[in-house]
């Protein structure tokens, strides 16, 4: 349960970089969405924010390392919930 969590949290963190990080390249909404666009980004990919920092070479770089760095974060995460998930389920099991 626990590596499928991780497999999962992988899948979703990608999936969540790849489409909001080409929401906020291809800016196809009006301004007041694509600004809420932009929170949402930073909020839920927080390493895009190196985007403005002078180490990153190219937005090329910038966008791999995002989503590698999201899958990362996100596998993570989800990893932590299965696992607490797996002690609950023996826990309560265990007890009747």
């Given amino acids: 349960m626990i590596s499928t969590g991780a497999k999962i949290g992988a899948v979703v963190g990608a999936s ?3 489409v909001l990080i080409t929401l906020t390249l291809l800016r196809p909404f009006p301004w007041y969405v694509n600004g809420a666009v932009e929170k949402m ?3 839920l990919c927080p390493l895009f924010m190196l985007g403005f920092a002078s ?3 190219s937005m090329t770089t910038l966008i791999i390392f995002t989503i590698l760095a999201n899958a ?3 596998a993570i995460a989800f990893t932590v ?3 607490i998930m797996t002690v609950y389920r023996r826990l309560r099991f265990h007890a009747k």
Avoid: H, K, S, W
Wanted: charged fraction near 5%; hydrophobic fraction near 65%.
């Fill in 81 to 83: 919930i299965a696992a």
């Fill in 55 to 57: 180490g990153i070479g």
């Fill in 16 to 18: 969540v970089a790849i």
């Fill in 72 to 74: 990362i974060l996100y």
């Fill in 41 to 43: 980004t930073f909020r």
